[in-house]
T-cell receptor, first 113, second 107 residues
C-alpha cells in the first residue's frame, strides 16, 4: 500500500497562475483533509471532506477550492496564486471524521513568485 | 486561541526516557488528547491518543492527569530517530497543530 500520495512534490508558480494539487489514498478511508504549513509553524486546516460527496471549510479556506473526485481522490485548486500561498501543502486521510488517526502524505512544496 | 501549551524545545540523551509535557487547561469533557510528530518536514505521524485513562502503545505512553488539564508523552528509550517536532493536540477531528516542541535527541 502506498498510503497517501501527493503530486507534484515541488512547484513554482507566478502570481496569478492557477494549479491543482492532487491527493490520493489507497486505504479505503472515508475522510480526507488538506493542510498548509508555513515555515516554522504548525499545520493549518484548509478544507476537509468528511465523506465522498461532501466538503467543508477549515481554518484557512480563502483562495482555495477543493474537489472530492471519488472516495480515493481529493484535489486542492489555487485559482489565482498569490505569494502568501507559498507553503508546504499536506493531504491526509482517516477512516472517518471522528477517527483518531490521520495519515499524512509527503507534502507538496509550493513557491509563488 | 491556542488550546495547548508546550515548551518550545527540549533535549534528551539517547537511550533515556523523554518526557514531553502539555498543558490543556480548557479541555472539554469529550475532547481527546492527541500526539503527533513531524520528522524533518515530512508529513506528521500519529503517535498516540487518550481521553481519560493512561495509554501505551509500541511508540510511547500517554499520561493524563486526573483533572485532564495536562498530559505527558513519554518516549521510553529515545533514539536519534526520535528527533522531531512533537505536537500535542486537543480537539475533535479538526486537528489544530500549534508550534509543538522541538525534541533533539543527542548521542
Amino acid at each position: 500500500n502506498a498510503g497517501v500520495t501527493q503530486t507534484p512534490k515541488f512547484q513554482v508558480l507566478k502570481t496569478g497562475q492557477s494549479m491543482t494539487l492532487q491527493c490520493a489514498q489507497d486505504m479505503n478511508h472515508n475522510s480526507m483533509y488538506w493542510y498548509r504549513q508555513d515555515p516554522g509553524m504548525g499545520l493549518r486546516l484548509i478544507y476537509y471532506s468528511a465523506s465522498e460527496g461532501t466538503t467543508d471549510k477549515g481554518e484557512v479556506p480563502n483562495g482555495y477550492n477543493v474537489s472530492r473526485l471519488n472516495k480515493r481522490e481529493f484535489s486542492l485548486r489555487l485559482e489565482s496564486a498569490a505569494p502568501s500561498q507559498t507553503s508546504v501543502y499536506f493531504c491526509a486521510s482517516s477512516e472517518g471524521i471522528s477517527a483518531p488517526t490521520q495519515y499524512f502524505g509527503p507534502g507538496t512544496r509550493l513557491t509563488v513568485l | 486561541d491556542a488550546k495547548t501549551t508546550q515548551p518550545p524545545s527540549m533535549d534528551c540523551a539517547e537511550g533515556r526516557a523523554a518526557n514531553l509535557p502539555c498543558n490543556h487547561s480548557t479541555i472539554s469533557g469529550n475532547e481527546y488528547v492527541y500526539w503527533y510528530r513531524q520528522i524533518h518536514s515530512q508529513g506528521p505521524q500519529y503517535i498516540i491518543h487518550g481521553l481519560k485513562n493512561n495509554e501505551t502503545n509500541e511508540m510511547a505512553s500517554l499520561i493524563i492527569t486526573e483533572d485532564r488539564k495536562s498530559s505527558t508523552l513519554i518516549l521510553p528509550h529515545a533514539t536519534l530517530r526520535d528527533t522531531a517536532v512533537y505536537y500535542c493536540i486537543v480537539n475533535d477531528y479538526k486537528l489544530s497543530f500549534g508550534a509543538g516542541t522541538t525534541v533533539t535527541v543527542r548521542a
